[in-house]
């Protein structure tokens, strides 16, 4: 597994992507930073995140 984290040419925000020992993206951040600092540290979270609780999310209907 590999993270890399980039400045986007468009917004100048920082992003980061995490792919596969495969090559194939694993996941990518939704949210943009505006520090580098900040998405190095988003990283760390999602890297240590390993006994975080998996539930399903309950169905909502809109009607």
């Given at each position: 597994m590999k993270f890399i984290y980039y400045?986007?040419?468009?917004?100048?925000l920082?992003?980061?992507?995490?792919?596969?020992?495969?090559?194939?993206k694993v996941a990518e951040s939704v949210e943009k930073y505006y520090n580098?600092?900040?998405?190095?540290?988003?990283?760390?979270?999602?890297?240590?995140?390993?006994d975080a609780e998996v539930t399903q999310r309950e169905r909502h209907d809109h009607n």
């Open positions: 400045r986007e040419e468009s917004s100048n920082w992003r980061w992507t995490l792919y596969g020992d495969d090559r194939r580098q600092a900040d998405c190095l540290a988003a990283i760390e979270l999602v890297k240590n995140s390993k």
